[in-house]
């Protein structure tokens, strides 16, 4: 009898211990979806790599709450459709406490009503469309929006004594549009006057004609918020034409063909971004490191933004001691002056990221960090 | 006033652009009654062909990081010869290709009705298209600079000139002016071969009765096959001008390009020569002109296209065989 007691005993010991021993091994599931392939890849592949040297390093530090940290990842591959049913599957198949995703705001705007539904929180890293977080409480973005650009750059040529500006929108585009918009209101609120405004489209290659009338008003800067492929035409164009001013713009203007096309012509031209390898903030270089050792390659805004989406998350985990959606919602809310790789991330009100945008110049065919603006 | 003459200078060579390419579409329309959508992407290849043919055959072009041609090229940078030898390379590739496309795609239906021949064109432009972004990749991609721009300070020579456009704030680009003359001496050159030679008194005979034309001893083949040549020849010439003025060239450039294009031959009477030349500017000088000025009467710079169109519209409802059409009977 007591040999039995003394086997039971012993078989509910190493019971429990098995349990204990289960409870540990237990995983922390972290949803991501991406573009890993199709038309938006390089984005998708670059935030994926921040987002998963985020998760490598709270694994090597011990984890949270005791736990590892599992990243899984699916890949949308830039299909519409795609991250709707992803979402799905990660939220009911694999039980993920949380989101990451996605660069590209539409993708965004399609993972984000499911997740308000089954209220689990979702970390966008760098949709800039302000309507993504409008979907619901449970969204949240580490990138700031579109509007903010456009003040920056306007506070930036209010700073460098630019009082007369043109603007030249792309008119297809809401990106364009948004940024222009708050530019134009913040460059009159600097005491500057918008001298003139022109418009293109998208896949337009002739800008004579918008220049020419630009160049007749001599602003002493013109503010060009769209993307790579047009503003480096713009530029060549600009200079044909014997127009001195320095262009500006915003993130659209990071693009592989951006400096090979404009060549010259966009020397001493600015633009706003998220991130530069060459900021000197300790936090940036300490990311540049280790991005470096384990991609053997400079970190891009994308995998920045990455990275601090689940440094944001783990953050509120730890602050939320423990992974209930609505106390986790909760936390990632209340994230105030957390160090982030892009700047200090504070979430307002509309779970937007209020934080510091970086300026770049172009010094002779090179990206030159500037200065980082504050909001 | 000097803002204003820099735009006509901007609108003429803009419409010089639209003129080479549009002088392709009317020529084959001319001679076969059959409108080419896959003009605007034949001129597509053309740019492509330039790009790849650029760095083997000028030194200094290739890109930094591409590989580095496997024998020195023949060219100095910036060499006239250089740029005409790319030209002319390019639109060879081109020839070969439009023969190509109408041995395998339109020669089969030669026999049926003009409109399922106009359906196969759209899908060997949506088959260029795409094969394009296949084999050259999505993004825009740069056209090495085979003859350097620089802003004219003199014209027409630096030594001998009347006009000093520095000094009166006119900013025009040595490519402007390349662009006009070839887009001139190819409007001149193909007159000549479609009046004053053999080849073009058989495209003439085709042109009015194909039957009767093969009767005389005419290879009709031949004909058509030289004719898509040559219209593909005069497509990559504006490709390669065209990425020489804007260089940035992307699988679909020749999308909307095409389509201006082929508005600039129907304004000028399409299968007429001098007429698509003419159209081309007049639209190049519209567009500008609305870019410019359109918001003094109320329309914004983003409806340059529309206005390019609205005008298209209204030369057909007034004159529906174009500025310089001649009107044909239909025969019954």
């Given at each position: 009898m007591a040999r039995n007691i003394i086997t039971l005993i012993a078989a509910t010991v190493c019971a429990s211990l098995s349990t204990w021993n289960l409870m540990a091994q237990e995983e922390l599931k972290v949803g991501e979806f991406a573009s890993l392939t199709g038309g938006s890849a390089s984005f998708g592949q670059s935030s994926h790599k921040g987002t998963a040297l985020a998760i490598d390093e709270i694994n090597n530090a011990g984890g949270l709450l005791g736990k590892k940290v599992k990243l899984i990842t699916e890949d949308d591959q830039s299909q519409a459709g795609q991250p709707a049913t992803i979402v799905r599957k990660l939220i009911s198949g694999d039980k993920v406490v949380a989101v990451l995703g996605e660069v590209a705001s539409s993708k965004s705007l399609e993972a984000a009503p499911i997740c308000q539904q089954n209220k689990i929180p979702m970390i966008s890293p760098a949709s800039t469309n302000p309507k993504v977080t409008e979907v619901g409480d449970y969204v949240f973005r580490v990138c700031f929006i579109d509007p903010f650009q456009g003040t920056v750059m306007a506070k930036f040529a209010a700073g460098k004594g630019w009082k007369k500006v043109a603007v030249l929108t792309d008119v297809k585009q809401d990106y364009s549009v948004g940024l222009a918009q708050f530019f134009k209101e913040g460059v009159s609120k600097g005491g500057g006057e918008i001298v003139k405004e022109q418009s293109y489209s998208t896949g337009d290659k002739d800008f004579k004609a918008q220049l020419t009338s630009i160049k007749a008003t001599k602003p002493e800067a013109i503010f060009v918020p769209g993307y790579y492929a047009e503003v480096a035409l713009i530029a060549r164009q600009a200079r044909q034409l014997g127009i001195k001013a320095p262009l500006l713009g915003g993130d659209g203007w990071v693009g592989e063909s951006l400096l090979p096309v404009g060549g010259a012509a966009?020397?001493?031209?600015?633009?706003?971004?998220?991130?530069?390898?060459?900021?000197?903030?300790?936090?940036?270089?300490?990311?540049?490191?280790?991005?470096?050792?384990?991609?053997?390659?400079?970190?891009?805004?994308?995998?920045?933004?990455?990275?601090?989406?689940?440094?944001?998350?783990?953050?509120?985990?730890?602050?939320?001691?423990?992974?209930?959606?609505?106390?986790?919602?909760?936390?990632?809310?209340?994230?105030?002056?957390?160090?982030?790789?892009?700047?200090?991330?504070?979430?307002?009100?509309?779970?937007?990221?209020?934080?510091?945008?970086?300026?770049?110049?172009?010094?002779?065919?090179?990206?030159?960090?500037?200065?980082?603006?504050?909001? | 006033m000097i803002e204003f003459l820099q735009q006509v200078i901007n609108g003429l060579s803009l419409g010089a652009i639209y003129a080479l390419i549009a002088l392709g579409y009317t020529m084959i329309y001319g001679v076969l009654r059959f409108v080419n959508f896959a003009h605007g992407d034949v001129f597509m290849v053309g740019s492509y062909a330039g790009f790849y043919l650029a760095p083997l055959l000028i030194a200094g072009l290739a890109a930094e990081g591409a590989a580095k041609p496997p024998w020195t090229p023949p060219f100095a940078k910036n060499s006239l010869a250089g740029a005409i030898c790319v030209l002319v390379a390019a639109m060879l590739i081109c020839a070969a290709l439009g023969i190509i496309i109408e041995k395998l795609a339109y020669r089969p239906l030669r026999s049926r009705p003009r409109l399922t021949v106009l359906i196969t064109a759209i899908g060997v432009s949506i088959f260029l298209e795409y094969t394009g972004q296949f084999v050259f990749g999505v993004d825009p991609r740069y056209f090495p600079e085979i003859l350097e721009t620089h802003t004219v300070g003199n014209f027409p020579t630096e030594r001998w000139h009347f006009l000093n456009l520095d000094d009166l704030g006119l900013a025009v680009t040595n490519v402007q002016l390349i662009v006009f003359v070839v887009t001139l001496l190819l409007l001149f050159a193909l007159r000549i071969v479609v009046l004053n030679t053999r080849m073009g008194m058989a495209m003439r005979a085709l042109s009015s009765n194909p039957t009767a034309c093969s009767l005389m001893g005419v290879n009709n083949d031949v004909v058509v096959s030289f004719t898509f040549g040559l219209g593909s020849a005069l497509a990559a010439a504006g490709g390669i001008l065209y990425a020489l003025m804007y260089p940035s060239i992307d699988p679909l450039m020749g999308v909307l390009v095409g389509l201006k294009a082929f508005v600039a031959a129907v304004l000028g009477g399409i299968g007429n020569i001098p007429g698509a030349a003419l159209g081309g500017m007049l639209i190049g000088v519209v567009e500008t002109m609305v870019v410019g000025y359109g918001e003094h009467i109320g329309i914004a710079s983003s409806y340059r296209d529309g206005v390019a169109f609205a005008i298209l519209i209204l030369i057909l409802l007034v004159k529906p065989t174009g500025l310089f059409g001649k009107s044909e009977r239909e025969k019954v």
């Amino acid at each position: 009898m007591a040999r039995n007691i003394i086997t039971l005993i012993a078989a509910t010991v190493c019971a429990s211990l098995s349990t204990w021993n289960l409870m540990a091994q237990e995983e922390l599931k972290v949803g991501e979806f991406a573009s890993l392939t199709g038309g938006s890849a390089s984005f998708g592949q670059s935030s994926h790599k921040g987002t998963a040297l985020a998760i490598d390093e709270i694994n090597n530090a011990g984890g949270l709450l005791g736990k590892k940290v599992k990243l899984i990842t699916e890949d949308d591959q830039s299909q519409a459709g795609q991250p709707a049913t992803i979402v799905r599957k990660l939220i009911s198949g694999d039980k993920v406490v949380a989101v990451l995703g996605e660069v590209a705001s539409s993708k965004s705007l399609e993972a984000a009503p499911i997740c308000q539904q089954n209220k689990i929180p979702m970390i966008s890293p760098a949709s800039t469309n302000p309507k993504v977080t409008e979907v619901g409480d449970y969204v949240f973005r580490v990138c700031f929006i579109d509007p903010f650009q456009g003040t920056v750059m306007a506070k930036f040529a209010a700073g460098k004594g630019w009082k007369k500006v043109a603007v030249l929108t792309d008119v297809k585009q809401d990106y364009s549009v948004g940024l222009a918009q708050f530019f134009k209101e913040g460059v009159s609120k600097g005491g500057g006057e918008i001298v003139k405004e022109q418009s293109y489209s998208t896949g337009d290659k002739d800008f004579k004609a918008q220049l020419t009338s630009i160049k007749a008003t001599k602003p002493e800067a013109i503010f060009v918020p769209g993307y790579y492929a047009e503003v480096a035409l713009i530029a060549r164009q600009a200079r044909q034409l014997g127009i001195k001013a320095p262009l500006l713009g915003g993130d659209g203007w990071v693009g592989e063909s951006l400096l090979p096309v404009g060549g010259a012509a966009l020397d001493g031209c600015f633009f706003s971004c998220h991130f530069s390898a060459d900021d000197e903030a300790p936090v940036v270089q300490d990311f540049v490191k280790k991005f470096r050792a384990k991609y053997n390659g400079t970190p891009d805004d994308m995998a920045a933004l990455g990275y601090d989406s689940a440094m944001i998350l783990a953050d509120a985990i730890k602050r939320a001691d423990g992974t209930d959606s609505a106390k986790l919602r909760d936390a990632i809310a209340a994230t105030k002056d957390y160090p982030a790789v892009t700047g200090k991330i504070t979430l307002n009100e509309q779970r937007n990221a209020t934080k510091s945008a970086v300026i770049l110049g172009i010094e002779s065919g090179k990206f030159k960090f500037v200065e980082s603006v504050a909001p | 006033m000097i803002e204003f003459l820099q735009q006509v200078i901007n609108g003429l060579s803009l419409g010089a652009i639209y003129a080479l390419i549009a002088l392709g579409y009317t020529m084959i329309y001319g001679v076969l009654r059959f409108v080419n959508f896959a003009h605007g992407d034949v001129f597509m290849v053309g740019s492509y062909a330039g790009f790849y043919l650029a760095p083997l055959l000028i030194a200094g072009l290739a890109a930094e990081g591409a590989a580095k041609p496997p024998w020195t090229p023949p060219f100095a940078k910036n060499s006239l010869a250089g740029a005409i030898c790319v030209l002319v390379a390019a639109m060879l590739i081109c020839a070969a290709l439009g023969i190509i496309i109408e041995k395998l795609a339109y020669r089969p239906l030669r026999s049926r009705p003009r409109l399922t021949v106009l359906i196969t064109a759209i899908g060997v432009s949506i088959f260029l298209e795409y094969t394009g972004q296949f084999v050259f990749g999505v993004d825009p991609r740069y056209f090495p600079e085979i003859l350097e721009t620089h802003t004219v300070g003199n014209f027409p020579t630096e030594r001998w000139h009347f006009l000093n456009l520095d000094d009166l704030g006119l900013a025009v680009t040595n490519v402007q002016l390349i662009v006009f003359v070839v887009t001139l001496l190819l409007l001149f050159a193909l007159r000549i071969v479609v009046l004053n030679t053999r080849m073009g008194m058989a495209m003439r005979a085709l042109s009015s009765n194909p039957t009767a034309c093969s009767l005389m001893g005419v290879n009709n083949d031949v004909v058509v096959s030289f004719t898509f040549g040559l219209g593909s020849a005069l497509a990559a010439a504006g490709g390669i001008l065209y990425a020489l003025m804007y260089p940035s060239i992307d699988p679909l450039m020749g999308v909307l390009v095409g389509l201006k294009a082929f508005v600039a031959a129907v304004l000028g009477g399409i299968g007429n020569i001098p007429g698509a030349a003419l159209g081309g500017m007049l639209i190049g000088v519209v567009e500008t002109m609305v870019v410019g000025y359109g918001e003094h009467i109320g329309i914004a710079s983003s409806y340059r296209d529309g206005v390019a169109f609205a005008i298209l519209i209204l030369i057909l409802l007034v004159k529906p065989t174009g500025l310089f059409g001649k009107s044909e009977r239909e025969k019954v």
